[in-house]
Structures are given as C-alpha cells and as structure tokens.
C-alpha cells in the first residue's frame, strides 16, 4: 500500500516550523527527524495482509478458453457421448421394407433399444426386433445405407439410420416348435395357438402362414428351434422374405442347405422402441399380450 506522502506532511502530528524555533536546537532537529522518519518509512505489512487483501478482493479470474477451443470440445463431447449411446443404449433405424406393415411402414424411423437384452437376455415372443442381415435376406433396393459422406458419419455414430439390417417379430425362441396352422389359420407356438389379429395385415388369408399355398395341404411345422437362435416373420404375412422363406432346408424340400430360416441372438441389435417418424404416428412399440399364455417348450 502506497502512502501519500503530500497528505502525511501536512498531519497535525508533524510540528510546524515555527513550533520548532521555540525548541532547543538539539531537540528541534532530533522532533524533525522523527518527523521525517515517520514521513519516508512505510510499515512493514502484518503477517497474512496480503492473503486478506486478497481473500477480500476475491480470487483471481479464470482465463476462459477461445470460443473456437470451447467449440472443439464440444463437439468431441457430444461425439463420445452420441457414440457410447448408440454402443449401449439407443440406436435409430429406418424400415427398409413393407414386411412389417401395419404397424411399422416402409421407410419409418424407429429407435431400438439395447437394455433389454444385456447381461445374457436374449428377445422375447412378441418382441419387434432389428438385427443385421443373415446373409441374402435382403434384396438390393433394401440393403441401402446413408447417401453421403455427412449421413454417412451419422450412422457410425447412431444419429443416422443404416443399413443393412432387417426388422421382424419374433415368433418363436429356442426351443419352440411352431406349426401352421390350426383349423381357424393361427399359427401355433408349443402346441398353443396365437391370436395375431390385432397387429398383423388382414388380407383375408387362409392361415396366417404366410406361406398361403401350403394352407389346405397340411401346413408346416418347424423346431425345435435351436440353442442361441430366434424364428422370425413380418407382420405384412403375404409380403415378408423372413424365417418362412428360408425353411426348405428344415422341412427337407431343397437339396442345396445352404440357408437357414433363424437368425442367431447374436446378431440382434436390440428391440424396436418407439416409432418416431413421421410424426403424426408417433408412437410406443410394446409387445402384444396374445404371446403371454405361451408355454415353455417341454
């Protein structure tokens, strides 16, 4: 702290001139002096002013970081959080087909979640699923990704729908026989039929097989369905290349078994959520209650 040497010589501490005539020569100099002394010497500050100067000051001011610096790591964090999302948690999807109509319309966006399946879950009857292509599921007007290099980087990070992937009910898990079809053209899961109205397409067909040629000349039947394995079909019965299409080599009817009509847990992303797009049909997907009375296979 500076001291205003103008405003201390002027202190009524400080003798006059004329006071210091009147004194002994020795004791006007020796008064001056202390005067002057006490003038030119600042004090020496206490132990911890300055911290206390400081303290009532407040601290120092953090420097901020340029915007363009703040800029960058924003970016990196949304980055890593939308990657981490889209690795554990969410993704989004587009149905690439008709197959799933009503319900899920070609071109949708839907959103999939992860959760249910960790810690060895595996998909349920009834559930809606994505999962990658078996190999051949998929036609080329189907098997269409993101358009350009920005959709591109989107869909390696979640924000974006990709391709090559195909979304289906599940219809049976590992170890479920399943039959087609009942004298009333239900299928049958266990042994116990399953009331499908309610979200399939109605088209008036005989079974809901889908393979409608097969209704009056016994049907079929496939399983069990092997350990690690889901059966699969569409909603849209009469328009859906799943599980059913790849059966001829399970029911014995092809000589080249090179397909297989399930589809390993493994490759499932995970369940469908919700349906986001358009947004007018915006809405929750559950899982409809006709699979609940299904028993485990024997």
């Known amino acids: 702290m500076t ?49 206390a100067a400081e303290s009532e000051s407040g601290p120092a001011k953090r420097k901020n970081l340029p915007i363009w610096q703040e800029t960058i790591l924003l970016l990196v964090t949304a980055l890593v959080l939308a990657i981490a999302i889209k690795a554990l948690f969410v993704q989004a999807f587009y149905i690439p087909s008709e197959s799933m109509e009503p319900g899920l319309v070609k071109d949708d966006r839907i959103l999939v979640q992860k959760v249910s399946y960790w810690f060895g879950d595996s998909p349920e009857r009834g559930d809606v699923v994505v999962f990658k292509d078996p190999g051949g599921w998929l036609d080329a007007t189907e098997d269409v990704g993101p358009g350009n290099p920005l959709t591109e980087v989107m869909a390696k990070i979640g924000l974006y729908p990709s391709g090559g992937h195909l979304v289906k009910r599940v219809i049976g898990v590992a170890g479920d026989t399943i039959e087609c079809c009942d004298d009333q053209g239900r299928l049958a899961v266990n042994g116990t039929p399953i009331e499908e109205s309610g979200y399939i397409r ?12 097969q209704c009056d000349s016994g049907g079929w039947t496939v399983g069990p369905i092997p350990e690690g394995t889901i059966f699969v079909m569409g909603d849209n019965r009469s328009n859906s290349a799943d599980s059913t ?39 929750w997907v559950h899982r409809p209650d006709s699979f609940a009375d299904i028993p485990d296979a024997s």
């Open 202 to 213: 109605d088209e008036d067909l005989p079974c809901n097989g889908p393979m409608t040629q």
């Open 3 to 51: 001291t205003d040497h103008t405003g201390a010589g002027s202190s009524d501490a400080v003798p006059s001139v004329g006071d210091a005539a009147d004194l002994p020569t020795g004791e006007a100099k020796e008064s001056d002096a202390a005067a002057v002394g006490v003038v030119a010497q600042d004090p020496a500050p206490a132990p911890g002013a300055e911290a």
């Open 245 to 283: 299409v790849h059966m001829d080599c399970v029911n014995g009817r092809a000589t080249d078994c090179t397909d297989s009509p399930f589809v390993d847990t493994e490759q499932v992303v995970g369940k469908v959520m919700v349906l986001v797009w358009p947004r007018d049909r915006f809405g």
